[in-house]
């Protein structure tokens, strides 16, 4: 198994919103109506990522998530009110499994770099092994809409946190936030390159890079490059 394997599965747009074993029986059945909702609701917002990461958000209709879903107009508003509070609900779905991964992976035993390389490695892997989540969160989230907007800002702010443990060398100076910010900017700037020209796949192959880069204000070249296993 893969030392960044994700945790958990249920990441918006893993799975086909009509797979067999997903479909509710036609007519009049015994199954509870919160199974049922919970049901739609779950196949709606998988589409809603497989279609989005197909055709963009903007060229996205109601009725195209229908269709991938399976699901009725009048049933998909009983769950969401238009097409942007359902793409916001797989967004934010999504970003909270993707957040618990990085979280548990960087909460693991291990000296601060350690948990860094450890955190970002499975953050690239996640998103390479979901690359329809990957366009709905990191390129069409741009296009959705300020409340979308505004999620990406607060995604982006919450890796803040994670450098609070840096160590400081003695006789340095502090960090500022400001190039903690720069440093996230920058990876996030190579993650949209990738999924944006459907290459999320070859993400994990940028770790040892892109920890080198997250290290070096804080640990130094020479630290940074040995925890990032690069010559």
Do not use: N
Not at 93 to 99: A, I, N
Not at 148 to 172: E, H, K, N, T
Not at 205 to 225: C, E, H, M, N, W
């Amino acid at each position: 198994m893969s030392e960044f394997a994700p945790l958990g599965t249920g990441i918006p747009g893993s799975r086909s919103a009509t797979a067999p074993d997903r479909r509710l029986p036609r007519g009049r059945h015994d199954l509870p109506r919160e199974f049922v909702a919970r049901t739609q609701r779950d196949r709606l917002i998988d589409a809603m990522a497989r279609t989005v990461a197909e055709k963009g958000y903007a060229s996205t209709s109601l009725g195209d998530v229908c269709t991938a879903a399976g699901v009725s107009t009048r049933a998909y508003y009983q769950h969401f009110a238009d097409k942007e509070a359902c793409f916001l609900a797989a967004f934010e779905k999504g970003v909270e499994l993707l957040q618990k991964s990085v979280v548990v992976a960087y909460g693991q035993p291990g000296r601060w770099p350690e948990r860094m390389r450890r955190g970002l490695g499975t953050l690239l892997h996640l998103l390479a092994a979901e690359p329809a989540f990957a366009a709905l969160a990191v390129v069409e989230v741009l296009a959705a809409g300020p409340r979308a907007i505004a999620g990406r800002r607060a995604l982006l702010g919450s890796y803040v946190d994670f450098f609070d443990d840096a160590p400081r060398r003695g006789g340095q100076p502090e960090v500022p936030r400001v190039a903690v910010e720069a440093v996230i900017a920058g990876v996030y700037g190579v993650i949209y390159d990738h999924v944006s020209t459907g290459r999320a796949a070859e993400l994990p192959d940028q770790l040892p890079g892109l920890t080198y880069a997250v290290l070096s204000p804080f640990i130094g070249p020479k630290a940074a490059a040995a925890a990032a296993g690069l010559p």
